[in-house]
């Protein structure tokens, strides 16, 4: 080897910190809005736009009228300037929450019922919490209903022990055939809500609040309610769709795959004018199904089939290896399933199934379409053609926004923070 | 490299196979295989790839489906029947070449998983076991891990002791070091070497041939699909019968 090329090191050289224009904000500020002569023209820009905006919406924020009977009041308080007519908001506050049926007295109970939501939703979002809390989310959906519909609470009773039942049943049952479980817990449910059923007709007014029906729902209350319905059914369905479309039996494939690829071939506004008109000629004419009921049901199919194209994608994302490791070590389908594919195949389709189910919340404003007063319905029909508030759009819609925004918003933001929590490092 | 081990075989027939033959659809890998293992061996099967030693141990534990012929592992014929097949897959053990550790489980959790679900062990004498087969692969230290922080030949010797923690009598090892670097082969090899020791039954699809010769009571050479020779170790390697089997280990000794 030639003496030039020969080298010993003979102190190792110290960590030192980078140079000061490689620090800190500086650093930021250089690489992130002055890098180019193209960069710096354009910050200047944007800078110049914001600049705009806020002094041009700025007064009429400022200037918003929060007491006002009317928009004339609005438009006489203002005199000429130029401002917001935020009255609406105040002096239809009710109506935008609970639409304009929900009989005022009851108010407390749409709001106990979504403050105890919170409750019920906090151990399924926080696995830190104790997993007694899952009790209490169990209940809800049958205290919610006796609180948001009204009528005995035996009602609700008598529903969740024929559900409780089936699950005893199917718990006892289960080691010896899946079928026969399933089979023995649906019969010992239905025999029991018939017996219910009776019980409940004869004591009629015990614990009962007033009824409030299906028709008179609306406003937020209703989004809030199709929204969370149809988004906490559809994940299981969707899982199960997805999981059927992957399934060896042929039947099973090919009914899942019929149902998805039909579903998702349609839109949900079609599908929510076949549950208002249509289905109703498939009933004999003197039963009615409840409207929030059909429509549940629709978008909850919409969504499932969405949700099982996305978990489906998480599925496939998985090696090959996982399902071999997990055969391999003699864990049986629903054991492979349920403790080593679907937690990864879910985790992959966190951002998918919070996309879609964000769509699904939003598009609740679809039925306002069919005559249901939700908080789009009530702002264009109640509220707009009135002629008390006739032509105050950017305020109510701008509200609509806001209070969609602040929903979809936090969710995003859970469903981000979750993804962090699931990370184990790289595979 | 190390001096031969000398162990016991007994005459007790762990697995046998006989006139097996599949299919991936009409490529015919396997063909007419005939092989017994008695309790106690240790047999590497080599061959170039795409000779179906892969296809072979998978076909073991029901990985892959074999269309005729009969396998029988530890008396339990494999026939499509669902609940043989998870007996023998809860008998055999089974180290993959990419590991196919679970990402989202803890190194414990992977380990105690199956005992307690197929095994039905209260979870607590689960993890003891975990932690004595963790101890055997010598990581007790990363047992609260995620399988991403561990190193490649670490996450391996994971693997191994999560299919040691379901007690198998039989284990099979597929290609185990080809995805290692250098430095993390040796000690995969050593995990494996002590598994011999203690009288496991084992076969193992490898390119160490340094493993075969110290290790291995038998090589068996594939090619396309068949046994084309199987012998002692020393007569496989001094004196190797068929001209396939020469060419196969001039190249991989060659240099």
Known sequence: MSENNSFVRKEMISERIPPAADRGLLKWVRENLFSSAFNTIMTFISLWVIYSITIAVTPWFLNGVWDAKTVRECYDLLDGKSGACFAVLKERFPQLIYGFKYPSSEYWRPNIATVLLIVALAPILFRRLPRQLLIFTAVYPFLAFWLIWGGSILTSVSAFLGCAIAVICYRRFSSRSFAIAVLISLIAANVWWIIGGYIVDLNASFLSLKVVASRDMGGFMLNLLLGTIAVCLSIPLGIALALGRQSGMPIIKWICVVFIEFIRGVPLITLLFVANVILAFFFPPDTSIDLILRVLIMMTFFNAAYIAEVVRGGLAALSKGQYEAADSIGLDYTQSMRFIILPQALKISIPGIVNVSVGMLKDTTLVSIISMFDLVGMIRGPILSSTDWNGVYWELFGAAAAIFFVVCFSVSKYSQWLERQLETGKR | ?255
């Open chain 2, 1 to 255: 490299m190390a001096e031969k081990l000398k162990l016991e075989v007994s005459d007790e027939v762990a697995i046998k196979i006989q006139s097996m033959n599949k299919w991936f659809g009409s490529f015919h890998v396997l063909r007419d295989i005939d092989l017994t293992v008695n309790r106690g061996e240790r047999i590497v099967v080599c061959g170039p790839s795409g000779s179906g030693k892969s296809t072979l141990i998978r076909c073991i534990n029901a990985l892959e489906e074999h269309q005729t012929g009969q396998i029988i592992v530890d008396g339990t014929e494999l026939t499509s029947d669902i609940k043989n097949i998870d007996r023998i897959r809860s008998e055999v053990g089974m180290c993959f070449q990419h590991f196919n550790l679970f990402p989202h489980l803890s190194i414990l959790e992977n380990c105690t998983l199956a005992p307690i679900w197929v095994r039905k062990i209260p979870k607590k004498e689960a993890e003891e076991t975990a932690m004595h087969f963790l101890e055997k692969v010598k990581i007790p230290e990363q047992a609260e891990k995620y399988p991403g922080q561990l190193s490649g030949g670490q996450q391996q010797r994971v693997a191994i002791a999560r299919s040691l923690c379901m007690r198998p009598r039989i284990m099979l090892f597929d290609e185990p070091t080809s995805a290692l670097d250098p430095e993390m082969i040796k000690e995969v090899l050593d995990t494996m070497i002590e598994l011999a020791e203690d009288g496991m039954t084992m076969i193992c699809v490898t390119h160490e041939m340094g493993f075969a010769r110290q290790v291995a009571n038998r090589v068996i050479f594939m090619d396309d699909g068949q046994i084309v020779e199987q012998n002692e170790p020393e007569q496989f390697f001094n004196n190797p019968q068929s001209d396939r089997t020469k060419l196969f280990l001039s190249q991989i000794l060659g240099h």
